[in-house]
């Protein structure tokens, strides 16, 4: 439903990205390049170059500082912004934890590259599944478009419940690959985001306060239970921003999942990230063979939808569930692991498995999208299947 | 620029009460004298990041605080990209009008050796690097202490911890320490010092010159530390006078580049005064060869300084 | 004091108003105690700068008391005293 004509502009994942960035104009930005993130660094620093943006950009000397320096400036009240990939939110990982807890909502973009080792520059999602517990909100974007948006809408939702966001998308696959991308205004941008109202700001130095205390034994437990608190509200707020944004802006993201094809689905596949767009293309094949398969895109993470999850799967028989990284717990992958335990409570439990796909890069052709449908009608069926298979992997 | 850069202790009394009572440093630990010539010093309000350490640990322990200004922690080996981090939201937020422009404040990180001489010293150096605004306060105890006293890169040749212990074939620690004041000076920063809390009129010149210039600044200043280093809590300033009068510990500064010793020992100590009060060194007091060598080193290190101290600036030929 | 629960608390872990750490009384800790000299007292405030826990009172540039609620007894005001004054005498705490 367009309400009216947008700007349309043919723009890279990171482009997109960058610009929406640009349109943000945060206080501060600190980041370091990473490959395939590079580029959100490199555009962003070429807008503070060309006054296109009054950010102060902060050219740390590693990933470490990047978040270390996100950290010191949000604590100030500052709209604060960064990007890497893989490695370098591995690196961050230390800091990451203490954003959360110190309540800072800092929004980043995570290109989704393979972790070390061995090294590899190309897309899954063993990166950003390394820092799923690190109390930050994870949103997984479809293609360009969406990431652009989401950014957006990350940052009302960070401000909000004051906790960090992550965006990420697909290494190459989105971060490089052009697409057509609807853009807001400048103004509609300022706009919806507003200003940010911090719980605190270590500039006033009027009223001193003590940031990043040693939590011990007595309230360590309580600061924590209260980030369990804000994950709960993120559901809240991650709907009415998502429904805010669709109704001002005329898009249609969904908040937290996307059913495909599934009014009338017997069974069906959960993915995320540009393999759901691989997905729709197979399930429509299907359809036309007259199958009953249908697809749920898995858009946010953390906070975990298990109650959209619950809804969407409830009269579904078997469930295949797509993971672009492995837990190396013999049992598959988070989402997987994840999912499983959400649908335990339903009357009628259905029965699932698990896809590995797409490691390292490993390319995810239509044909082995088609391939993991059939597996999952062979487990409807009641025939033998593994828990977990591996897609496109050689023996 | 500060009006006058010395400061007598009236004056530094009525400015400051230092950190507040109540804080768990060890009986006799001298860093909350440091903290508070530093914080008297200031004629701005300041805003302190810490590294884990402890500094922070003994006076953050929630819900107490001994703090009485804006103060952050982040982790170990961040301080340093933390404060920049605070400088750079300043700086953003005074351009955009968010905060009054006339609203001054100064920036100090505070860490210890082990979160500076080695697990900090890239963020140190990146936040250097880069000219942050803001002055970077290291409080060598000469090794971690906060984790039951082991070895660090400041840590002296032949000193026991429990990561270099005296044993029957090594004797304590091998290495001599690592010159960090040198290494921050190489990154061509404004202004470099090393102090002690012992010459206090000397460390609140420092910090006042440090603050009053722009751009990132560094001092370096000796913490003896009572169950580290072994000696009866009294004697804690004592210490640190003794690692000034043996030359072990030189109060210089780095202006501009040119270096400036600003204590020079009339009849300076042998090393051995330094060394005897401590446990640490114990083991060694019967070998002369150990001795001999702590003594050469500092000797060497001090004949250095007198060497950089020859050039001087244009105007002082 | 009661403990709060995370209801009560602040988000974030911060220590709202600073500084709270006089309400952790560390008095306890001495083994000997400082006793103070007032007529031989110059004021040179040594003392009071080298103090750790900020136990000595000084006002208008004078030292007015010593805290014995927060005192550790470590004796560095008696080293720093200056030897010619000696206003500063550590006695073995009685309990």
């Known amino acids: 439903m367009a309400v009216k004509n947008r700007k349309r502009m043919a723009l890279t994942g990171n482009e997109a990205y960058a610009y929406a960035m640009k349109q943000i104009n945060p206080d501060v930005v600190a980041a370091y390049p990473i490959t395939p993130a590079t580029e959100i660094v490199q555009i962003f620093a070429k807008y503070v170059a060309d006054g296109l943006v009054n950010t102060e950009f902060v050219p740390v000397e590693s990933e470490h500082s990047a978040m270390s320096a996100c950290v010191g400036a949000s604590a100030t009240g500052a709209r604060v912004m960064t990007g890497t990939a893989s490695q370098g939110l591995a690196l961050m990982h230390e800091i990451l934890y203490i954003a959360s807890s110190l309540r ?244 009628t439990r259905p029965k699932m498995m698990g896809f590995v796909f797409g490691l390292g890069g490993r390319d995810f052709p239509i044909e082995d999208a088609i391939h993991i449908i059939e597996r999952v009608k062979a487990l409807k069926e009641g025939k033998k299947v593994d828990m977990v298979e591996y897609i496109g992997v050689r023996e | 620029m500060a009006e006058k850069l010395t400061l007598n202790l009236k004056e530094l009394s009525k400015r400051t009460e230092g950190l507040a009572s109540g804080h768990r440093a060890c009986a006799g630990c001298p860093f909350p004298a440091i903290i508070k010539m530093i914080l008297g010093a200031a004629d701005d309000p300041v805003v302190v990041a810490n590294a884990t350490g402890c500094m922070e640990v003994v006076t953050t322990i929630f819900p107490y605080t001994a703090w009485p200004v804006p103060w952050i922690h982040n982790a170990f080996e961040n301080a340093a990209a933390t404060i920049s981090g605070v400088e750079s939201a300043y700086k953003a937020l005074l351009r955009k009008g968010k905060i009054p422009g006339n609203k001054k404040i100064k920036f100090i990180a505070f860490g210890g050796d082990g979160g500076t001489y080695d697990i900090g010293l890239q963020s140190l150096s990146g936040a250097i690097e880069r000219g942050h605004n803001f002055l970077y306060v290291l409080y060598d105890n000469e090794g971690y202490m906060n984790t039951g006293i082991q070895r660090s890169s400041a840590t002296p040749f032949a000193a026991h911890t429990t990561t270099s212990p005296a044993g029957k ?149 | 004091m009661k403990k709060k629960g995370w209801k009560e608390l602040p988000e974030g872990a911060i220590i709202p108003a600073a500084p709270t750490s006089p309400e952790f009384k560390t008095g306890d800790w001495r083994i000997q105690k400082p006793v103070w000299n007032e007529d031989k007292c110059v004021h040179c405030l040594l003392c009071w700068l080298y103090c750790p826990d900020s136990a000595i009172k000084v006002k208008d540039g004078k030292v007015v008391a010593f805290d014995y609620e927060y005192c550790k007894g470590c004796g560095i005001c008696e080293q720093v005293c200056p030897p010619k004054i000696r206003a500063i005498e550590m006695v073995k705490e009685e309990i």
């Open chain 1, 104 to 347: 800072l909502p800092i929004v980043m973009a995570v290109v989704n590259r393979a972790l070390s080792g061995p090294i590899n520059i190309h897309c899954d999602h063993s990166d950003t599944m390394g820092s799923r517990d690190a109390g930050w909100i994870q949103v997984y974007t479809e293609n360009a478009n969406e990431a652009y948006h989401s950014v957006i809408m990350g940052i009302r939702i960070a401000e909000t419940v004051n906790l960090p966001l992550m965006v990420t998308l697909d290494g190459f696959i989105i971060s490089h690959e052009m697409e057509v991308v609807e853009v807001l205004e400048d103004q509609e941008v300022q706009e919806f985001i507003g200003e940010r109202k911090p719980l605190y700001n270590i500039l006033d130095v009027d009223n001193p306060i003590t940031v990043g205390p040693l939590d011990l034994q007595d309230y360590y437990f309580e600061h924590k239970r209260q980030q369990v608190e804000a994950m709960k509200y993120a559901k809240e707020v991650i709907k009415s921003v998502v429904e805010e944004y669709n109704k001002k802006f005329g898009t249609d993201f969904p908040a937290f999942i996307e059913p495909y094809r599934m009014e009338d689905a017997e069974y069906a596949v959960l993915a995320m990230s540009s393999a759901a767009g691989t997905m729709k293309e197979a399930v429509d094949l299907m359809r036309e063979k007259g199958e009953k398969v249908g697809l749920v895109r898995l858009r946010v993470f953390r906070p975990f939808p298990f109650e959209e999850l619950r809804e969407v799967f409830k009269n579904i028989k078997a469930i295949g569930v797509m993971d672009r990284a492995d837990s190396l717990n013999t049992m598959g992958g988070p989402v997987f692991n994840e999912t499983r335990s959400a649908l335990y409570d339903l009357e």
């Open chain 2, 169 to 317: 074939v090594i004797p304590g620690k091998t290495q001599h320490r690592k010159d960090l004041t040198e290494i921050v000076a190489a990154h061509n920063l404004p202004y470099a010092a090393q102090a002690s809390p012992s010459h206090w009129n000397d460390l609140i010149r420092k910090v006042r010159k440090a603050l009053s210039v722009e751009g990132p600044t560094f001092i370096s200043i000796i913490s003896p530390c009572v169950p580290g280093w072994g000696y009866p809590e009294h004697m804690s300033i004592e210490l640190a006078k003794l690692a000034v009068e043996t030359k072990f510990w030189p109060l210089y500064e780095v202006e501009n580049g040119y270096y400036k010793i600003n204590y020079k020992p009339r009849n300076p100590l042998p090393v051995i005064e330094f060394l005897k009060p401590q446990a640490r060194f114990k083991h060694i007091l019967n070998r002369p060869d150990l001795i001999e060598e702590i003594q050469r080193f500092v000797d060497e290190r001090w004949e250095r300084l007198l060497w950089l101290e020859q050039r001087k600036p244009e105007e002082n030929k």
